[in-house]
């Protein structure tokens, strides 16, 4: 009985050994035709037995590199690379620069022209894999100093959970939930916080570009009037993950054109209100993005928080969603140190990001709490008179969208006169305790004069503001 069963089993490993032996070549046919799918599990069973096959770990680095798995392309890739097989030198070289790893990839690159310094096809191939590198390499240099006080991984699925926006900043849901008859993917619609306008991507009829992103008003008590935004907007590629700021003027979206770096890169535009379009959208710095898929950028002005998702190095169902402190002014991380700005660049680390000795306790649990609609009913963000029978509170309460953009200006420019303010006071106590007033006094004139300019405009802005609102509300 033994026997029997040891010769079934010795049967059962000739078997397949056998039959993978006689698929592979067609493996390999599917692998050159970029049938990926097909060809891997045949890859990987031929691996099984025959692991130190070079060939076979440069196939299986090239699928894991196009899956995103890193961890298992560097392993295969790098082994296909010792045992010098040229075409894994372009993927080794592409997959360190995609984790900064410039000068391990400038090695690869090197090794790959040396190899193929007499096919003109494959040199153009390393030119364009060269200037990608070069690109990742400056816009490093672009890196934002931001502060990132959380990170959380959460299935692909299920991401939006991880986005605690109060009311005041309007909601965000999945497709399939507002519109029945959508499939049940991951597409994002959002609602601004009046629940009169919604932005939304989807797919141009007849068009196999892409998806555009589109909006829609509420009329009595269902949404209509379905408008595409404009073309600056809606390019080649996927525009996905809307998101409009309380202003009702400033839109985050998602990509995977306007030259975005791999996948969806996060964009911010602003509706001009003169042209009625929008203006040509800025691609957001590292480490916002990254040759990954970076988006769902959302912010909470009530909160004072932001959130955006990636899926850089993470397994193939996860992302994660950081949350970060959002500045109404875009501040670059100075610094020579190159590896210290690859680090920033990818988020190696969010600790990394942290001002020293501040605690970020009490924001870290605002952003986790959920705002309750009557907390939000009953919130008072400032006191704007309009007139002897109305006052505003909140940004929403804006019926003109132009009125409320100013006032929304007029608020960045107060934060703005703030900071001006306080360095203006530390700048008075340094020249009080010094005896070299010169210099410390020139600072000072200019400082006063810039408080006053920003304390005008802002005046002029809520003029202007509460007039816009009178004469087209009332």
């Known amino acids: 009985m033994k026997v029997d069963h040891l010769l079934f089993a010795l049967i059962l490993l000739i078997i397949p050994s056998f039959s993978m032996g006689q698929s592979v070549d067609d493996a390999k046919k599917w692998y050159l035709e970029g049938n990926f799918r097909q060809a891997k599990p045949v890859f990987e069973a031929e691996y099984q037995v025959n692991p130190n096959n070079a060939p076979l770990n440069q196939w299986l680095g090239v699928i894991a590199f196009t899956e995103g798995d890193y961890p298992k392309a560097q392993k295969h890739l790098e082994f296909a690379s010792q045992k010098r097989i040229p075409e894994s030198y372009l993927y080794l070289g592409r997959l360190y620069a995609n984790m ?98 919604i932005y939304y991507p989807q797919n141009d009829s007849g068009s196999v570009l892409g998806s555009s992103l589109y909006t829609m008003e509420k009329l009595m008590d269902t949404f209509g009037n379905e408008k595409r935004l404009s073309e600056s907007v809606n390019q080649n590629g996927d525009q996905a993950y809307p998101f409009v700021m309380p202003d009702g003027l400033t839109l985050y979206f998602s990509s995977t054109g306007h030259g975005s770096l791999g996948g969806y890169d996060l964009f911010v535009t602003r509706y001009n209100l003169a042209t009625n379009t929008y203006l040509t959208p800025n691609q957001l710095n590292m480490p916002f993005n990254s040759p990954f898929n970076d988006y769902m950028m959302a912010i909470d002005e009530e909160k004072g928080i932001g959130w ?4 850089r190095f993470q397994p193939k ?16 991380l100075e610094s020579e140190d190159e590896p210290h700005l690859a680090n920033r660049a990818k988020i190696s680390s969010i600790k990394d990001s942290w001002k020293p000795n501040v605690d970020y306790a009490a924001l870290l649990q605002r952003s986790h709490a959920t705002t309750a609609p009557q907390e939000a009913a009953q919130r008072r963000d400032f006191t704007f008179v309009i007139n002897d029978e109305k006052t505003y509170y909140t940004l929403s309460d804006f019926k003109n969208k132009v009125a409320r953009s100013l006032y929304y200006q007029a608020i960045q420019l107060e934060n703005k006169l703030e900071r001006l303010e306080s360095d203006l006071s530390e700048k008075r106590n340094q020249i009080a305790s010094s005896s070299n007033t010169s210099s410390s006094g020139a600072t000072i004139l200019d400082l006063e004069k810039e408080c006053e300019n920003v304390f005008k405009e802002i005046e002029s802005l809520k003029f202007r503001a509460r007039n816009e609102e009178i004469r087209n509300s009332f």
Do not use: W
């Not at 991880?162 to 399939?176: D, E, I, R, T, W």
């Not at 169902?317 to 670059?332: A, K, Q, W």
């Open 308 to 311: 955006f998702a990636s899926d």
């Open 100 to 197: 900064y790893r410039f000068a391990d990839a400038d090695k690869e690159f090197a090794k790959y022209e040396k190899a193929n310094r007499r096919n003109k096809e494959a040199l153009a191939q390393l030119a364009t894999h060269r200037e990608y590198a070069d690109k990742l390499k400056r816009l490093i240099n672009r890196t934002e100093d931001i502060q990132i006080i959380d990170s959380l991984v959460v299935p692909k699925s299920d991401f939006l959970s991880a986005y605690k926006l109060s009311a005041s900043a309007g909601s965000l849901q999945p497709m399939s939930r507002f519109f029945r008859n959508q499939p049940n993917n991951n597409q994002v619609l959002f609602l601004n916080e009046r629940q009169d306008k």
């Open 317 to 332: 169902d996860s992302v994660c969603v950081y949350t970060f402190i959002p500045s109404s002014e875009v501040t670059l």
